[in-house]
T-cell receptor, first 111, second 111 residues
Framework: DAGITQSPRYKITETGRQVTLMCHQT?????MFWYRQDLGHGLRLIYY???????DKGEVPDGYVVSRSKTENFPLTLESATRSQTSVYFC??????????FGSGTRLTVV | EDKVVQSPLSLVVHEGDTVTLNCSYE??????LLWYKQEKKAPTFLFML????IEKKSGRLSSILDKKELFSILNITATQTGDSAVYLC???????????FGAGTTVTVRA
């Protein structure tokens, strides 16, 4: 099915563990984004990518790593999870000057 | 630093009331202003406003952008309980096509 899918939907992990959140889109959109959503903050940009092998930092990149070896995939890795990274993570894609379409989100809890 | 501010942060209305949500922005390289609706899952797209003074409508929802005064409003007329949600305003920047979000307005519509 066409769309943007995130996995897993829910994840509980321990402090210090490495965690990877997956994002896959079927539209071949050039741009992909990772946002985190916390109460009172709306959505904040973590990293974005304008094309395969091109990534750049957003507003809150510390503690996160991304890669984009293929246009359709944009995984987000927490290298050593901390409690402050407990959040809902949304992946989005767009073709430049049009609206972002969001995935269903991953609710991550770090204990 | 780009800034998007929404007001009010929350409001409670009764079915049939009209709601006006506000969004002001201070953004370099501004391209467009977007409104999303979020109901405990992924944000869903409502409007994208690029030109000043042109109202966009979809059913009971409408929105307009003022690029001189740097704000936008979202109106919901004849509210229904299904309109209960968080409404997010975001600015889209030229070139990198990132979204900067406001904190959102939580609308609760009581029967």
């Amino acid at each position: 099915d066409a769309g943007i899918t995130q996995s897993p939907r829910y994840k509980i992990t321990e402090t210090g563990r490495q965690v990877t959140l997956m994002c896959h889109q079927t539209w071949s959109h050039s741009y992909m984004f990772w946002y985190r959503q916390d109460l009172g903050h709306g959505l904040r940009l973590i990293y974005y990518s304008a094309a395969a092998d091109i990534t750049d930092k957003g507003e809150v990149p510390d503690g996160y790593v991304v890669s984009r070896s293929k246009t359709e995939n944009f995984p987000l890795t927490l290298e050593s999870a901390t409690r402050s990274q407990t959040s809902v993570y949304f992946c989005a894609s767009s073709e430049g000057d049009i609206r972002h379409t969001f995935g269903s989100g991953t609710r991550l809890t770090v204990v | 630093e780009d800034k998007v501010v929404q007001s009010p942060l929350s409001l409670v209305v009764h079915e049939g009331d009209t709601v006006t949500l506000n969004c002001s922005y201070e953004v370099t390289n501004f391209r467009s202003l977007l409104w999303y609706k979020q109901e405990k899952k992924a944000p869903t797209f409502l409007f994208m406003l690029t030109s000043s003074g042109i109202e966009k409508k979809s059913g009971r929802l409408s929105s307009i952008l003022d690029k001189k005064e740097l704000f936008s409003i979202l109106n919901i007329t004849a509210t229904q309980t299904g309109d209960s949600a968080v409404y997010l305003c975001a600015s889209l920047t030229r070139g990198d096509y990132k979204l900067s979000f406001g904190a959102g307005t939580t609308v609760t519509v009581r029967a």
